[in-house]
């Protein structure tokens, strides 16, 4: 089988088994919704104090519970023993990282879909800057949480308590990603300086990243 | 081992003596700053340790995943834990020299920033390599450690757009520092770097015999006829 045959009968799974099931959409929406709840809540800012918070507040929330979707990507194939069969045969090891990375792109990105109306309602947002550029600027960067994300998801797999791992893993790494983040939906919220700059930053990020996750994933795959 | 390391010891110790001699005495005071200056010596000499450690780390990591060396996968692991505890004097001492020159313990500058990550991913680092359960761990450490090596960058350039505020290095491009305290800071780098051979030094034979030890405990296990236990 090629490489694309196999990523797309991977995907297909497991976008199917979440349609059916529905874990890991409703408890990162149940997540997000508390954070956003209780930051609302703690800060209660007006519209313009509102727009300078925004862009960290609405990426936290989404970091957050990205790492609970992230969690479930492996564990599913553990039971069964899925994975070690996958080990075995001679399907590249590539095609299930992309077809995993893509599902939980889906999958967050569905999730910024319905959270994002929650998130303009609460701190009465409205954008000063050019709102279209947002929609790269969560393109990449939710590409950059979910690729890394994935590869050290694997990786946690292979450790005691793998569910604190991931976040110990994935945030150190994910800091100029983050930073990328949130000062260019500031920077677009309040419209005083150019996101231009960080989003050619996330898109670096997100070459640079993808690459070694595609060199290395075999390795972590492999690694019992 | 046993007979070479106290020497060794007492040698690195006297030269850690003469070193502080020389920054606390020795050396002359900063006109601006004074005596808080001399946190530089320590400072700037544990910076230097740190990031000589930490490219160890990585070349080592590189090689182990080429190579699958054992010994390159010990000397990434002790370059690791002695370049953390490095990071942590920097981390430490920066802001105890910023709080009266800058009247602030922080700032978001970029060699600030970019040290403190590195520090955050040096410390996942070691948490992966602890709580690891795989036979394979130095392979996953390893491909952290790549990853952490090609975050630097971004994260350094990612800071850089913004006004740096640390002050601009004082030695080479451009800048002037007495030949006084050149040579002072000098003598403290080279202590400390005697300092973490040392500790490397020691750490790494506790680690090889630790694997010697496990190796024998599981042979011995698998030599042992099964109903003994």
């Known amino acids: 089988m090629t490489l694309i045959a196999v990523t797309r009968a991977t995907l297909f799974k497991d976008l199917r088994l979440e349609w059916r099931s529905k874990d890991a959409i409703n408890s990162m929406l149940f997540f997000a919704l508390l954070v956003v709840v209780v930051f609302s809540f703690s800060f209660d800012p007006n519209a313009e104090e509102s727009r300078q918070i925004a862009g960290g507040l609405v990426w936290v929330a989404f970091l957050f519970a990205a790492v609970v979707a992230l969690n479930q990507t492996w564990a599913r194939e553990l039971r069964n023993q899925v994975l070690d069969a996958y080990r075995v045969s001679p399907a590249p ?19 910024e879909g319905l959270m994002t109306p929650l998130f303009i309602m609460f701190y009465q947002l409205r954008s000063l800057g050019p709102s279209w550029q947002l929609i790269p600027v969560a393109g990449l ?12 998801a694997a990786m946690s797999l292979r450790t005691r308590s793998r569910e604190i791992m991931l976040p110990l893993l994935l945030f150190p790494i994910s800091i100029p990603a983050l930073l990328g983040m949130v000062n260019a939906t500031t920077a677009i919220l309040t419209g005083e300086l150019s996101a231009r700059f960080w989003i050619v930053l996330l898109a670096c990020y997100d070459v640079v990243f993808t690459i070694a996750c595609l060199l290395l994933f075999e390795l972590v795959l492999q690694a019992e | 081992m046993k ?21 606390l005495v020795v050396a002359p005071t900063e006109q601006t700053m004074g005596n808080v200056q001399r946190i530089f010596y320590y400072h700037v000499s544990s910076a230097w340790t740190a990031f000589l450690l930490f490219t160890i780390n990585f070349v080592a ?27 942590t004097v920097v981390l430490v001492t920066g802001p105890l020299w910023a709080r009266p020159v800058w009247g602030i313990w922080w700032t978001w500058d970029v060699r600030l920033t970019s040290t403190l990550v590195l520090w955050l991913i040096y410390l996942s680092y070691l948490m992966l390599r602890r709580f690891s359960t795989s036979s394979q761990t130095p392979v996953l450490a390893a491909a952290l450690a790549v990853f952490g090596a090609l975050d630097v960058p971004l994260v350094y350039f990612s800071i850089w757009i913004f006004r740096t505020q640390h002050p601009q290095p004082v030695i080479g491009a451009g800048g002037s520092i007495d030949p006084r305290m050149m040579h002072v800071l000098l003598i403290n780098w080279l202590a400390f770097l005697c300092l973490a051979a040392l500790l490397c030094w020691a750490r790494y034979h506790l680690e090889r015999m630790r694997r010697e030890i496990e190796e024998t405990e ?9 109903g003994s236990r």
């Not at chain 2, 010994?71 to 002790?78: G, I, N, Q, R, W």
């Open chain 2, 218 to 226: 599981a042979l011995e296990a698998l030599l042992e006829p099964r």
């Open chain 1, 141 to 152: 960067g939710t590409w950059a949480l979910v690729v890394n994300g994935t590869f050290f």
């Open chain 2, 61 to 87: 990591s590189v090689i182990y995943l080429i190579r699958r060396n054992p010994a390159a996968d010990a000397v990434a692991l002790v370059s690791a834990e002695v370049g953390v505890v490095f990071c």
């Open chain 2, 3 to 23: 007979r070479v390391f106290p020497i060794l010891v007492v040698l690195v110790s006297a030269f850690l003596g003469y070193a502080a001699y020389q920054a």
């Open chain 1, 93 to 111: 090891a590539n095609s299930l990282f992309i077809a995993k990375a893509l599902g939980n792109f889906i999958f967050v990105a569905v999730l």
